[in-house]
């Protein structure tokens, strides 16, 4: 059961359509930004919440237990709240959203419907439209490991510890020229074989500035990343990368002499192993009688 204030139980108990939704929408950067469906803009909190901005909702349910609840959002890009750019370099991903219906004419009277995250959004013209994805959704999220032979850690986490903030795992530069719409060359990645292959890009001057990626592969001065950035790669572009690794424990031995903190389990037998002939000392096949 829901708690009304008792101003809005009142004003809802009217009839009277006085009231609007909120949209309240931070970044995991800490940028924050407020909407409105209402013809006006509202203030509380020390949010403004826009009416520019064009929102509207679907409708959403709500349901007792860990069912999965969600609804869309539809608005207008803007280059005064969300734009086309900013969307497409990932800033909104996984942004925290809070949705509020509001009594316009005292909006202390409000009430919280939906707290989540930003899900899926897809862009058409100057609409988008994003998913809202309830708090629940994260429970229905993969946990634990993988019994598997590569490595289930990511490189220069906590459970790897390989720093790489170390020169030898990183290079900063500016490209030297684009090469189709995903790769580019940069004197900075010479001499540094393959070790940028599955690394990771990011952009810190030009207009993909602050927008992260992956490098597909990269050999010598050449790299090529795996999506094709928000906006063109272009001479002059600042960058930096550090290095990737395909978690085999080959590489994590030879390249960054980190066998030791390897997650993986490189020698557990393959499918291969079962249809291989038993051998005559019994190792490979369980011990069986003779």
């Not at 990511?154 to 790489?164: F, K, N, S, T």
């Not at 001499?191 to 500035?209: C, D, E, H, Q, Y």
Request: proline share 4%.
């Amino acid at each position: 059961m829901r708690d009304i204030p008792a101003p809005m139980a009142d004003a809802l108990a009217s009839g009277a359509t006085t009231f609007a939704r909120c949209w309240r929408v931070e970044r995991r950067d800490g940028v924050a930004l407020g909407f409105t469906d209402h013809d006006g803009d509202l203030a509380f909190d020390g949010d403004v919440y826009r009416a520019a901005s064009g929102m509207t909702a679907s409708a959403a349910t709500a349901a007792l237990g860990l069912a999965v609840g969600g609804l869309d959002v539809i608005g207008a890009l803007d280059d005064a709240g969300l734009t086309e750019a900013d969307l497409a370099r990932g800033l909104y991903d996984g942004a925290e959203v809070r949705l509020f219906l509001v009594d316009w004419r005292d909006p202390s009277a409000r009430l919280l419907l939906f707290a989540g995250a930003l899900g899926e959004i897809a862009r058409e013209s100057a609409l988008f439209t994003a998913e809202l994805r309830a708090l629940t959704h994260a429970l229905q999220q993969p946990q634990g490991r993988l019994y598997q032979r590569s490595c289930d850690a990511d490189l220069g986490d906590a459970r790897c510890g390989v720093d790489l903030a170390l020169p030898v795992h990183r290079a900063a530069g500016e490209v030297a020229s684009a090469v189709g719409g995903r790769g580019f060359r940069a004197a900075a990645l010479e001499g540094r074989g393959p070790l940028f292959t599955r690394g990771r890009i990011v952009w810190t001057s030009g207009p993909n500035a602050g927008a992260a990626g992956e490098i597909r592969a990269q050999d010598g001065g050449f790299a090529e990343l795996a999506e094709t950035p928000a906006m063109a790669i272009a001479p002059g572009d600042g960058f930096i990368v550090t290095a990737g690794c395909d978690k085999t424990f080959a590489t994590c031995r030879k390249r960054f002499a980190n066998h030791v903190n390897f997650r993986g389990f490189p020698h557990m037998p393959g499918n291969d192993w079962l249809s291989q002939p038993a051998r005559a000392d019994g190792d490979n096949d369980g011990g069986r009688l003779g």
